[in-house]
């Protein structure tokens, strides 16, 4: 049994281990503490997970090897494996259940791998590395182990620590290769303003591993995420001498054109852009819908255009969103035509139009008062199950009146009632005033006592202008007005 222990324990450090590269207390503080997994929020843990769990979970440490081994259960190693998963949050118990499930059957290569994880998320790094050293004895030591180790460190903020780590992989019977490498890079470039600490370990490794497209990808899109215009171009310049152009390196060309536009360099972009397309090396979609938000929220039209049209030139499917932002600039700078033509363009592309399509149209016509144009639109939409939005539909009433369609308007106004286009009060109180200015007072009187019968509200400045179109009649008008008034009164004191 002492032989068992030995073997499927965490086991002491054997004799001319590699160095220690961690503190000398067994555990330190995290940089970045993290929410974890837990089995409470998990339905799918079995049942003899969750036992396990809710002691690991429960009891205090010096009591968890006893309150387990009273439980009778003899752990396999899927158990052991889901049970890591959800002790993050309990580390010291967690390895007392490794220890005491090892006693039973010899863990999984995973099962030691989840334990280093989990020690190095909480900052217990001799232990980590104490769990390592044992792997490495048992021969279940893997690249994904030492990868886990990099984001523990990266993720502590112990970036030299990190990079430590990938120097001993040798001397632990790994060899480091780029997919190495680039999981040490992406670990450094996840943390916020560290792309020059991956640079510096690049800058030393490069001359004795080879970097490859992914490597190039991680550095730009670190760069792109701190913004820095200068170190992307530094690092694309090496990258196209390194590995040349090839259409397999779209993330790194998407995060270095993208880093140009968020810095202003439109008309460079756009050179790139060029040079990319001549060497059939073109960008994704990603970038195209990140430079079309930026230049939009820049009211930068004519680079949109010149993007759009390479869009749509190169066999690229733009979806809805980038459909959307075209309309939407379209319609500030007034060109219904160019959107009309957007929006038919759409169903080619397998992409349909929503809410957001119709009702920037909508809104541009009532903006430039083009009265028949947005009477046959709104038959569009409607009839589309695309409905007008409230503050849509009260301009649309406002201009319907105004440009003598007021059949359209209490098209409008019906509309907004049968569907329930809600709040309702701007545009009732507008259709009235329509109504009113108009002099259509029969249809006034019957509007206004159907919006009172709804408890929608009419203004006392509507009132106001009703009473007056009202008394510019004859006696049988002002009475009219002084019934409406008095029901209207008598709301108003519900």
């Known amino acids: 049994m002492a032989e068992k222990n030995r073997t499927y324990s965490l086991l002491s450090v054997p004799l001319n281990h590699p160095p220690r590269i961690i503190p000398s207390s067994s555990q330190t503080p995290i940089q970045n503490p993290q929410k974890f997994p837990n089995y409470l929020e998990n339905p799918d843990v079995s049942p003899v997970g969750r036992v396990l769990c809710e002691i690991i979970t429960k009891t205090p440490p010096e009591g968890v090897e006893t309150a387990l081994s009273s439980t009778r259960i003899k752990p396999n190693s899927e158990i052991v494996e889901e049970v890591l998963k959800h002790s993050y949050g309990s580390p010291s118990a967690a390895v007392k259940f490794f220890r005491w499930a090892g006693m039973v059957q010899k863990h999984s290569g995973n099962a030691w791998t989840l334990l280093v994880d989990l020690l190095g998320k909480n900052g217990m790094f001799e232990l980590m590395w104490d769990t390592i050293r044992s792997m490495k004895q048992e021969g279940l030591l893997t690249m994904r182990t030492f990868v886990l180790v990099f984001g523990c460190y990266c993720n502590a903020g112990k970036f030299n620590e990190a990079v430590m780590a990938f120097d001993l992989m040798e001397r632990y019977g790994i060899k480091p290769d780029v997919g190495a490498v ?24 490069k001359t004795k591993i080879t970097p490859d497209g992914d490597t190039f990808a991680i550095l730009l899109e670190g760069w792109e995420k701190e913004g820095n215009v200068a170190k992307a171009k530094n690092t694309f310049g090496e990258m196209v001498i390194q590995v040349g152009w090839s259409p397999q390196n779209m993330p790194a060309y998407d995060a270095f054109l993208t880093t140009l ?7 460079e972009a756009m050179t790139f852009l060029r040079i990319m397309k001549g060497k059939n090396c073109f960008p994704g979609l990603k970038f195209f819908s990140n430079a079309l938000d930026i230049l939009i929220k820049q009211n930068n039209s004519a680079h949109v255009v010149f993007l759009w049209d390479m869009i749509v030139g190169s066999g690229l499917l733009p979806n809805l969103k980038m459909f959307n932002a075209m309309i939407g600039l379209l319609c500030n700078h007034n060109d219904i035509d160019g959107a009309f033509r957007v929006l038919d ?24 008062k083009k009265v028949r144009e947005a ?8 009839k589309n199950e695309w409905p007008p939005t409230h503050s849509n539909c009260s301009a649309a009433i406002t201009m319907f009146f105004n440009g003598y369609d007021p059949q359209m308007a209490i098209e409008v106004w019906d509309y907004m009632m049968k569907n329930r286009i809600l709040p309702l009060e701007e545009s009732a109180n507008l259709l009235l005033i329509g109504l009113c200015d108009m002099g259509r007072l029969t ?8 919006i009172l019968d709804r408890r929608i509200a009419i203004y006392e400045s509507t009132m106001e202008k009703l009473k007056h179109a009202f008394y510019k009649r004859d006696t049988s008008a002002r009475e009219t007005y002084d019934s409406l008034s008095r029901k209207w009164k008598s709301f108003q004191l519900l």
Request: with cysteine; hydrophobic share 40%; glycine share 4%.
């Open 182 to 205: 680039n999981s040490l890079l992406r670990a450094i470039c996840r943390e916020d303003k560290q792309t020059f600490k991956a640079i510096e370990f690049f800058e030393r490794i």
């Open 261 to 267: 536009v968020c810095g202003s360099q439109m008309d």
């Open 345 to 368: 363009e759409i169903v080619f592309y397998g992409v349909f139009p929503d809410s957001l399509s119709y009702n920037m149209i909508f809104q541009c016509l009532i903006k430039n």
């Open 375 to 382: 009477g046959k639109f709104f038959f569009e939409m409607t």
């Open 443 to 450: 249809e006034l009187r019957r509007f206004a006592d159907k």
